[in-house]
């Protein structure tokens, strides 16, 4: 199954709540956050049916991040659906 990339630019505060609404959308295979400059902070794979407990960890070093950094972006792996 081939997967597409996609590339979202957040400031810290909002860097939770967009990689909420990544996982509720359910297609996303793997998100990576990167700083300003590019460099690696974050990368985890979603697979489908994760939800609750599983995603709890994630999203409080997620938000450990946010409180860390100004600005960064999100590269998103999708599957893509089209196949």
């Not at 939770?16 to 460099?39: C, H, P, Y």
């Not at 994760?50 to 599957?79: K, N, Q, T």
């Amino acid at each position: 199954m081939a997967t597409t990339k996609e590339y979202f630019k957040v400031h810290g505060e909002n860097l939770v709540k967009k990689i909420k609404e990544l996982i509720e959308e359910g297609n996303v295979r793997k998100v990576t956050i990167n700083d300003k400059n590019g460099k690696e902070l974050m990368s985890f794979p979603l697979t489908i049916g994760v939800v609750g407990v599983v995603v709890a960890p994630v999203l409080a070093a997620v938000g450990a991040i946010a409180a860390l950094v100004g600005e960064c972006s999100i590269a998103v792996e999708r599957e893509d659906e089209t196949q």
